[in-house]
């Protein structure tokens, strides 16, 4: 048996930890530069505010509402999440962290599960805030589904015991779409060949569900039935890719600007190279002006180093001169962006023969630990690099954002006896 573990409206949920008379109240969470509605509370979902909508059309709702409004607080969601993880790995052996909200763990072993399930959802609540759903299945992908059903329920928890039942009530009623795996591209697909839900798959032929969704479409099909396919992940494939990319709080005209933002990307994307113990040897840059500008602008410009590196003044070093290959005078810049590829692990990297690094790696490496370790102590940009400027007005807007309770003490919780 396996449990999907998922944090109910989990950004929504974490303002409300810290400011109790949110409870009961819409809540609401935004995109960077606070346009789109990210996160939404079971109250703001009654409003009728739609994943995703623009807050300047729902805007005048949600104040008729008295709704609370935030901008996105990732440092706070980040911390919360993995102290929900850290729960987690304390009630059962093993556990697949699925995403920044979810999680999978494998039961097996384990006899009464309904005061499992109970048991990971009261101790969550109780020693971090967040409520949250639990989904169990003899497969991941019933999982998936038991989980809705988990966070309509009173109980908050749901098992599928008897399969063919759960076909009968469930399956023959969840759209093909709602199925964990299958993409709205193969759900048009399907649905012209007569398959609707998810009964309609778990019944299809198993030669022909392989011929149109691969061996991929076949597993899903499999675990409908509950024969289970997917494993827990406990060890994921190495990163490919570190994307760190945002929109301006204004529109950006001078390089001067525009190398800050980019060194300051630069910055945050090494920060997670190092998390991961990894290096980079290709690097992007990209700049881009709004796709509603009369006068539209992209550009991006790709660079390599002769050894992958983690040490960010390097990084930057090579990012601005990259910047100036690209950027153009007259254009108002919306948005820039970098992007780390081909990565290394650290301990793997490759050196010519013929390469000078420009300084001991011992002393570049014991360098980045340190301004590592004091950030993470003290708070992001802490220690901060002067190429990334020091008023920063460039950067998103984020004028609803809560404290990061957890991660800075300047912002610690403050309580008035």
């Known amino acids: 048996m396996f449990a999907l573990v998922d944090c109910n409206n989990f950004f929504a949920s974490c303002e409300r930890i810290f400011n109790p008379a949110l409870n009961n109240k819409p809540v609401v969470v935004l995109s960077n530069n606070d346009g789109c509605i990210i996160s939404r509370s079971y109250e703001a979902k009654k409003l009728g505010v739609p994943m995703g909508g623009a807050l300047h059309e729902y805007k005048h709702l949600l104040q008729q509402h008295n709704a609370a409004i935030f901008s996105a607080n990732f440092a706070l969601y980040g911390d919360i999440s993995s102290r929900v993880m850290a729960i987690l790995e304390t009630c059962v052996d093993d556990i697949e962290i699925y995403s920044i909200d979810e999680a999978f763990l494998d039961l097996s072993g384990y006899t009464d599960l309904d005061l499992l399930g109970a048991y990971i959802r009261e101790k969550i609540l109780k020693w971090v805030g967040v409520p949250v759903s639990v989904g169990i299945a003899p497969t991941k992908t019933l999982a998936k589904l038991a989980n809705k059903i988990a966070k309509k329920s009173e109980s908050g928890v749901y098992i599928i015991r ?115 113990a990894l ?102 940009s802490t220690i901060s690099f002067a190429a990334s400027g020091i008023e920063k007005n460039w950067q998103a807007k984020r004028e609803r954002k809560s404290s990061a309770y957890t991660t800075s003490w300047d912002e610690i919780l403050t309580i008035k006896i």
């Open 162 to 276: 008897d399969l063919a039942q759960f076909k009968k009530n469930i399956l023959s009623k969840t759209p093909v779409q709602d199925i964990w795996g299958i993409g709205g591209r193969s759900a048009r697909a399907l649905s012209g060949y007569g398959i609707w839900t998810a009964a309609d798959l778990a019944s299809a032929d198993d030669r022909w569900i392989r011929k149109k969704l691969t061996i991929k479409g076949l597993q899903t099909a499999w675990e409908l039935r509950g024969i289970s396919c997917l494993k827990l992940e406990e060890v994921t494939e190495s990163q490919k890719s570190i994307i760190y990319s945002r929109s301006f709080g204004q529109r950006i005209t001078s390089l001067v600007h525009l190398k800050q933002a980019v060194a300051e990307y630069v910055t945050r994307a090494a920060s997670r190279l190092r998390l991961k």
């Open 279 to 380: 290096t980079v040897s290709a690097v992007t840059v990209y700049v881009a002006t709004s796709k509603f500008a009369q006068e539209r602008y992209a550009q991006s410009v790709t660079f390599t180093l002769p050894v992958a590196t983690d040490y960010t003044p390097l990084l930057i070093n090579h990012a601005i001169k990259a910047l100036e290959h690209i950027y153009v005078q007259g254009y108002e810049y919306k948005k820039a962006g970098v992007i780390f590829f081909d990565l290394v692990p650290k301990n793997e990297k490759q050196k010519t023969l013929f390469y000078k690094p420009l300084i001991n790696e011992t002393i570049s490496d014991d360098l980045m630990k340190t301004v590592d370790a004091i950030n993470n102590k003290w708070g992001t």
